[in-house]
T-cell receptor
Framework: GNSVTQMEGPVTLSEEAFLTINCTYT??????LFWYVQYPGEGLQLLLK?????DKGSNKGFEATYRKETTSFHLEKGSVQVSDSAVYFC???????????FGAGTRLAVHP | GAVVSQHPSRVICKSGTSVKIECRSL??????MFWYRQFPKKSLMLMAT?????????EQGVEKDKFLINHASLTLSTLTVTSAHPEDSSFYIC?????????FGPGTRLTVT
């Protein structure tokens, strides 16, 4: 079946450090891939997405590239800020059906 | 961007009572809404898919008689937790489909005492 695997957190970084959160997936067909962010006490917000192989999604300094050969969609940011502290969810969606399948989430804590 | 609201944001109820949670798409019509449950430090678990004017489709293991879903209009879906018990305490999140995107509500924290 379809599934998403994320690196376990928490990830703790100092401000301005480089961030990578790994995400791999298993899916039939050609899924669309997403990163969502959840700030404390809030719902999920779409951070970025990619709909086909080799696409790069980017937003707010975050990037992720859809790698079909490694079935990965790793999230990166060159210089994190304290305000990036949140939980990050990788997700996939297959076909025309809107059902999202989420990874377990990775908590990021950025310290000054 | 599209906005989805949930009401209430927090609710405390006594064991055995029922509680209703509303999910509204504020500036778009949503033919499909989803209800998720999120356990502490865990991912979102899809509970059901709600289509306007038809019965909800529940995921395996979710009790349809306990979690009643009504999608009466293109902008409103409700989740009623019936005969709530402490183990139903959780963070409930809805989402609504607008075009190709899924927009999430801010969530409802349910505490059953």
């Amino acid at each position: 079946g379809n599934s998403v695997t994320q690196m376990e957190g928490p990830v703790t970084l100092s401000e301005e450090a480089f961030l990578t959160i790994n995400c791999t997936y298993t899916a039939t067909g050609y899924p669309s891939l997403f990163w969502y962010v959840q700030y404390p006490g809030e719902g999920l917000q779409l951070l970025l997405k990619a709909t086909k192989a080799d696409d790069k999604g980017s937003n707010k300094g975050f990037e992720a590239t859809y790698r079909k050969e490694t079935t990965s969609f790793h999230l990166e940011k060159g210089s994190v800020q304290v305000s990036d502290s949140a939980v990050y969810f990788c997700a996939l969606r297959t076909g025309g059906y809107n059902k999202l399948i989420f990874g377990a989430g990775t908590r990021l804590a950025v310290h000054p | 961007g599209a906005v989805v609201s949930q009401h209430p944001s927090r609710v405390i109820c006594k064991s055995g009572t029922s509680v209703k949670i509303e999910c509204r798409s504020l500036d778009f019509q949503a033919t499909t809404m989803f209800w998720y449950r999120q356990f502490p430090k865990k991912s979102l678990m899809l509970m059901a898919t709600s289509n306007e004017g038809s019965k909800a489709t529940y995921e395996q293991g979710v009790e349809k008689d306990k979690f009643l879903i009504n999608h009466a209009s293109l902008t409103l879906s409700t989740l009623t937790v019936t005969s709530a018990h402490p183990e139903d305490s959780s963070f409930y999140i809805c989402s609504a489909t607008g075009g190709d995107e899924q927009y999430f509500g801010p969530g409802t924290r349910l505490t059953v005492t």
